[in-house]
């Protein structure tokens, strides 16, 4: 049973580009919360997904904006890249009503 | 508001000493608590939970218990392997489970 898959693996991007990461969730899950950790610090939220609607968020500006399809996959869009979106982006499922979340091993953000 | 302050690193050990990682949470309701790992150039995998005070999590020796009265969740392991050499998160689940609030990751390096 394949976990939660997230692509690409690395990217390198120039600052001002826009970008999209994705995600697909663990079999049987149909939440998608996805996280930036920068180099050295903790997992920050970014947001959550469910239904196809963005359910909670955290503290990032506009520029950060997602998406969920009707087979609960995701996609996590960054506009006018700054270098300090530099980052390690996780994706993390789950199924609503239960705590039991499955990162995944993450999208590896260059901005230059 | 949540959040999670954990023990600076980076932490090295001998193989077979005692682990103390330090946790303390301020939050808001009755949060739940973890410890994840990461190993390089990986995502996070859930280590222990506890879910309400006086709660111990435990797996694969580590332990950690819900310390409401000092709200603390200090991971502890009675001899450490060199395949424990990690990053180690605390972190809370707000009442919603909605989202995580992690520490800054605790570096762990077990030497033979």
């Known amino acids: 049973d394949a976990g939660v898959t997230q692509s690409p693996t690395h990217l390198i991007k120039t600052r001002g580009q826009q970008v999209t990461l994705r995600c697909s969730p663990k079999s049987g899950h149909d939440t998608v919360s996805w996280y930036q950790q920068a180099l050295g610090q903790g997992p920050q939220f970014i947001f959550q997904y469910y239904e196809e609607e963005e359910r909670q968020r955290g503290n990032f500006p506009d520029r950060f904006s997602g998406h969920q399809f009707p087979n609960y996959s995701s996609e996590l869009n960054v506009n006018a890249l700054l270098l300090g979106d530099s980052a390690l982006y996780l994706c993390a499922s789950t199924q609503v009503g239960w705590y039991g979340y499955t990162f995944g091993s993450g999208t590896r953000l260059t901005v230059v | ?112």
């Not at chain 2, 508001?1 to 939050?27: D, H, K, R, W």
């Open chain 2, 1 to 112: 508001g949540n959040s999670v302050t954990q023990m600076e690193g980076p932490v090295t050990l001998s193989e077979e000493a005692f682990l103390t990682i330090n946790c303390t949470y301020t939050a808001t309701g009755y949060p739940s608590l973890f410890w994840y790992v990461q190993y390089p150039g990986e995502g996070l995998q859930l280590l222990l939970k506890a879910t309400k005070a006086d709660d111990k999590g435990s797996n694969k020796g580590f332990e950690a218990t819900y310390r409401k009265e000092t709200t603390s969740f200090h991971l502890e392991k009675g001899s450490v392997q060199v395949s424990d050499s990690a990053v180690y998160f605390c972190a809370l689940t707000s009442n919603t489970g909605n989202q995580f609030y992690f520490g800054t990751g605790t570096s762990l390096t077990v030497i033979p």
